[in-house]
């Protein structure tokens, strides 16, 4: 499929549709249940989103008014200064990352403490999250695009509709744009942006796996349980997507 048309393809359609392609390095259904069914893996993926990211996210999306951007002189000319969203990884990040949070879900769930601590070791979550977003003409290593794919992905679960095309599209601008003028993002190091948008692509890619798999299973009750569990990791950053619509603007509340 080609670049043009797959931006017209809805965000969690475009990941299922890369995630059951290589079946080779798919998960067991029991382990991704372990996780995207798991409030403390959501939880402690949020923990790891450095709380500048999430505030300036919230803002986007929200429409609120954050601090005044901040401006430097050039050539006796004011000028806005732009926060630089791209960041250079390090392994040691990654693995640290998946450590925790395969420690902290495997606690909660015994009996799947291999399995978990197996799927989050592996690079195959990411590995399979990096096509996705590069097959979609987004940057993997870009803070704010990963964010717009994380809330495109998040308000179609919680509202169990697709984004129609370019909708998608509107609100990646509308959080480039705000990350971008956001004070607290021009401070972040590489190492905090590239911890918030691993934390940010796992839960993204899992919660998708997840939602996929159960609409195959014709399993409605895990359905609206995965459904109110990354309700609730939203709302606890003070965004109800129930109450956000998508349209040719990006997100708005209502």
């Not at 372990?34 to 709380?51: A, R």
């Not at 993997?140 to 179609?156: C, F, K, L, T």
């Not at 190091?189 to 798999?213: F, P, W």
């Amino acid at each position: 499929m080609s670049n043009r048309l797959l931006s017209h393809v809805p965000r969690v359609l475009l990941m299922a549709a890369a995630l059951f392609a290589a079946p080779c390095q798919a998960l067991d259904t029991a382990t991704l249940s372990s996780l995207y069914l798991s409030s403390d893996f959501y939880t402690g993926l949020m923990q790891q989103v450095s709380k500048p990211t999430l505030a300036a996210g919230q803002r986007s999306v929200l429409g609120k008014v954050g601090p005044p951007p901040r401006t430097t002189m050039r050539d006796g000319m004011t000028e806005t200064m732009t926060a630089n969203l791209n960041y250079q990884p390090l392994d040691g990040i990654s693995r640290t990352l998946r450590q925790q949070i395969a420690t902290k879900v495997a606690r909660a769930d015994p009996g799947q403490a291999p399995q978990i601590r197996s799927a989050l070791a592996s690079d195959s979550i990411w590995q399979q999250f990096n096509t996705v977003m590069g097959d979609s003409g987004y940057d993997v290593r870009n803070i704010a695009d990963v964010m717009a794919s994380y809330y495109v992905a998040g308000w179609e679960i919680v509202n169990r509709k697709m984004a129609q095309p370019g909708f998608a599209s509107a609100a990646r601008m509308q959080i480039v744009w705000s990350l971008k003028r956001s004070p607290e993002i021009m401070f972040l190091s590489d190492a905090e942006k590239q911890r918030s948008a691993e934390a940010l692509g796992i839960m993204t890619t899992v919660s998708t796996i997840g939602s996929r798999l159960l609409a195959q299973q014709n399993d409605p009750i895990g359905a609206v349980t995965l459904q109110e569990m990354v309700y609730q990791s939203f709302l606890q950053q003070g965004v109800d997507l129930k109450r956000v619509t998508l349209g040719r603007s990006g997100f708005v509340a209502n």
